[in-house]
């Protein structure tokens, strides 16, 4: 776990402003169990892609953003070596391996991003719909208030959400103070670093990078970026989530 390495990319020189100052790291070093493809998830073809290249396509578009990495279980290296390679990105990616869960993968890809890179944006690999203004949007959040620690893509709840046990209901949640939570997820980078070091230290086990943060007492901001930008985790998902590409694509949208 943690080897950095380069893939080569057809890389060109991006026109980048003074706020490019981000380091994105993709985490796609998951075993994708629930969604029941041999191959791995982020390598299944969707829309065209492997589904990873869609997230590798939208942050190397994205203004804010500096450099990339993608973190990826050892065996899928050269599967991704591949998909880079075959994309035109203006930014070289630094290829890292994940661990044994979500948690240990993305620091190891935390702790691959040079130190001079003031902030890391952390995305899931298997959320194929972010779109370059998306990166965008939490970068500018958190630009935009030195007390923030991060800030992260999400949206206000809709639904109806109940507290239950053993298929009981146990009460009705206020859902005007509940969000969903959504990736990118970007914070300063020495206190994210220092975020999971503790974690790692007192064992807390986590589901997002923000619970890392929040764990230190640290804010982090919500960002109402996009509506549309679920996670492929069943087979279930696959048909909306590439009809969704499918209609971008005809627009000219990343």
């Known amino acids: ?6 893939a080569p ?22 075993s994708g169990e629930r969604f029941g493809d041999p ?4 390598l ?8 990873v290249a869609w997230s590798l396509l939208a942050a190397d578009k994205a203004q804010s953003t500096l450099s990339l990495t993608l973190v990826c279980r050892p065996q899928d290296r050269l599967a991704m070596v591949e998909a880079v390679a075959a994309l035109d990105l203006s930014h070289p990616v630094t290829l890292v391996d994940g661990g044994a869960t979500r948690q240990e993968s993305c620091q ?12 890391i944006s952390v995305q899931d690999g298997a959320r194929p719909l972010t779109t370059p203004e998306t990166f965008d949007a ?7 208030d030195e007390n923030l620690a991060g800030a992260i893509a999400g949206w206000p709840v809709t639904d109806t959400i109940k507290r239950a046990h053993d298929g009981i209901i146990e009460s009705t949640q206020d859902r005007s103070c509940l969000w ?3 990736t990118p997820q970007l914070f300063r980078a020495p206190l994210l670093r220092e975020a999971y070091r503790q974690a790692a230290y007192h064992r807390l086990s986590v589901t997002d990078d923000a619970s890392v943060v929040e764990a230190m007492g640290l804010s982090v901001a919500l960002v109402s970026a996009q509506r549309i930008n679920p996670k492929l985790t069943v087979p279930d998902d696959f048909a909306f989530i590439e009809a969704e590409l499918g209609a971008r694509s005809l627009r000219g949208v990343c």
């Not at 776990?1 to 380069?6: A, E």
């Not at 402003?17 to 994105?24: I, L, N, T």
């Open 180 to 182: 969903s939570a959504q």
């Open 1 to 6: 776990m943690g080897l950095c390495q380069t």
């Open 44 to 51: 299944v073809p969707i829309a065209g892609r492997p589904l």
């Open 9 to 30: 990319s057809a890389c060109h020189l991006k026109v980048c402003g003074a706020q490019s100052d981000v380091a994105v790291v993709i985490v796609a070093g998951g």
């Open 39 to 42: 191959r791995g998830k982020a």
């Open 108 to 119: 190891a890809g935390i702790m691959c991003v040079s130190p001079q890179i003031p902030f």
């Open 138 to 144: 939490v970068a500018r959040r958190v630009r935009q």
